[in-house]
């Protein structure tokens, strides 16, 4: 079992940086990955970003060069930095663990996650 709880959202002007943690409980924490998701309104929640157990990272091809995703396994954290954010980053954030990986892939399914945290919400302004 993991809990998943967000926090670093917030209210940013467009190419105005902000850094989202998700704190995890739980003993197993390294053994799962971890991925972001959004959800716009009106929209479907979508795939950010992950990183596996060693700290591999995936990203949608609409956050390359812009979002990071990093890990600490000690301190049971995954990190979402985001720079250079625009409008249509504006979403709920959601953090996630999946044991749906392998060599050289994880899922970027929402429904292969296992657990979700409550999301938090980030809004750029323009």
């Known amino acids: 079992q993991v809990q998943l709880v967000e926090s670093g959202g917030g209210l940013v002007q467009a190419g105005g940086s902000l850094r989202l943690s998700c704190a995890a409980s739980?003993?197993?924490?390294?053994?799962?990955?971890m991925g972001w998701f959004r959800q716009a309104p009106g929209k479907e929640r979508e795939f950010v970003a992950a990183?596996?157990?060693?700290?591999?990272?995936y990203y949608t091809d609409s956050v390359k060069g812009r979002f990071t995703i990093s890990r600490d396994n000690a301190q049971n954290t995954v990190y979402l930095q985001m720079n250079s954010l625009k409008p249509e980053d504006t979403a709920v954030y959601y953090c996630?663990?999946?044991?749906?990986?392998?060599?050289?892939?994880?899922?970027?399914?929402?429904?292969?996650?296992?657990?979700w945290g409550q999301g938090t919400q980030v809004t750029v302004s323009s």
């Open positions: 996630a663990a999946t044991m749906n990986y392998g060599l050289g892939f994880v899922s970027e399914s929402q429904y292969e996650y296992n657990y």
């Open positions: 739980g003993r197993t924490f390294s053994s799962y990955a």
């Open positions: 990183i596996k157990w060693n700290s591999n990272t």
